[in-house]
C-alpha cells in the first residue's frame, strides 16, 4: 500500500483515506492545485514573509525564525482565495468525523544559509492524542518539493507512538515528501516532521 491518492476527487479515494492515514499518518493528494493560484499564492507570501520579518526584528523574535510568516489569513488577498477553494473539505470532515475550525496558518521559505526552526524535528501538538482527531496539518509546496531544495522529512507511523524518536533514527529513517508543486499533504499533527535542509541557491 501507498500513500498516495490520485483519484481524491471521487469517492474511491475518500473511503481509501482512513486505511492510509492509519499506516502512515501522512498522504500525498498530486496536482490539487492549479498555477493559476500558485503563483499569487508565492508572490503573497513574499510580501508577508518580509513584513513579518519586521515585526519579528521589531519584537526580539528573530533568531531561527528568518523566512517565516504566522497568521498570514491577516494580509487576505490570495491566502483567503486559498481558503475559500475548501480544498479537501470532505477529508477534513472525515479526519474530524464533523466540523472543524483553522487554528493556524502560516508560510516558509526554506532559506539555504539561514535554516529556521522548522529544520527541527518537531510534531505540532504539545501532548499525544493517541488516537484523538485533535488536529491536522495541510502543507501545500508552492515549488517542486526536492531532495536537494529540503522535501520535509514524515516520520511514517509516528503518529501512533507517544514515543520521541532519537533524532539520528528519524533522519535516518523518514519518508521524504517530495512532490510537485501544488500537491496537497495532510498529514496527523501528532506525526514527526522536520524541512529538510535546502542545499541549493534558491530559496
Known sequence: MDNVIHNWRE?????RFHEVMREFGWVEFPNAVPNSLLQPLTVALEAAISKCREIQLKNGVDVGTDGT???IVAFEGAFLTFLEQLYLHEYLETFFGGRYIL???GGLTNLKARPSYVCNMHRD???FTNGLPLMINLLLPLDDFTLENGATYLLSGSHRSGDIPETGYFFENADRAVVKAGSLILFDSNLWHAAGKNMTDLP
Do not use: C, F, I, P
Open 11 to 15: 469517492k474511491e479515494g475518500l473511503g
Open 69 to 71: 510568516a504566522h497568521h
Open 103 to 105: 487554528n493556524s496558518y
Open 125 to 127: 501538538v504539545r501532548t
